[in-house]
């Protein structure tokens, strides 16, 4: 669990939003879209569930020249916003139906990185932090567990490929995690 003080840092940097009783946490700052419709930003709530926050812009902003858009504070009505909750599974199968079909860098093809996001996206693994899930497995257990999954949780869909890649992806991207967290909590 992320400590207040964590949170707060979140909160000052980022600022946060509110939808009913619940507060999120933004952990970035928001980006524009491919299409330019929409920004969005990822945020956490206190228990560490990951969503995605979209604000549309407004007309205004769409009709601009790119030369008048520099102050995106205009962009959106930042009040006005939809919460994507990045743990569901309904979210989740879209994605991983999305990837199926709009993939085109084939797995091998991938930046290690990639490779660990694309195994946890394909795991239902696509929550903050979920790589910790693997502390303290060897890439041997990995593998095994990967094999199982994909013999037995994936049988209506396309079974893991490239398995010993993906823990090898899995391992890399663990120590990454491990790694940014230890130096969070020496700030």
């Known amino acids: 669990m992320l400590t207040e003080y964590k949170l707060k840092s979140y909160a000052d940097k980022y600022g946060t939003v509110e939808n009913g009783e619940k507060t999120f946490y933004i952990t970035q700052n928001p980006y524009i879209s491919d299409d330019g419709t929409y920004y969005e930003a990822h945020a956490i709530d206190a228990d560490e569930y990951d969503y ?11 009709s601009r020249e790119i030369a008048d ?3 995106e504070s205009e962009a959106c009505d930042w009040n006005v916003f939809r919460v994507i909750d990045l743990t569901s ?3 989740l199968e879209k994605m991983y139906e999305e990837s199926r079909f709009n993939n085109s860098t084939p797995f091998d093809e991938m930046p290690i990185e990639d490779q660990a996001w694309d195994t946890l996206e394909r ?3 696509g929550w903050h932090n979920a790589i910790l899930e693997w502390d303290n497995m060897t890439r041997e257990e990995i593998i095994a567990f990967l094999q199982e ?3 037995n949780a994936l049988q209506e869909l396309e ?8 823990a ?8 990454q995690t491990k790694q940014e967290l230890e130096d969070e909590n020496l700030e």
């Open 52 to 62: 995605l926050i979209q604000w549309d812009t407004t007309e205004d902003w769409k």
């Open 89 to 91: 599974n309904e979210y």
């Open 69 to 71: 858009q520099w102050d």
């Open 123 to 125: 795991c239902n693994m």
């Open 168 to 175: 090898d992806a899995l391992l890399y991207l663990l120590n």
């Open 149 to 151: 999954y994909s013999d």
């Open 159 to 166: 079974p893991l490929d490239f398995i010993p890649e993906r």
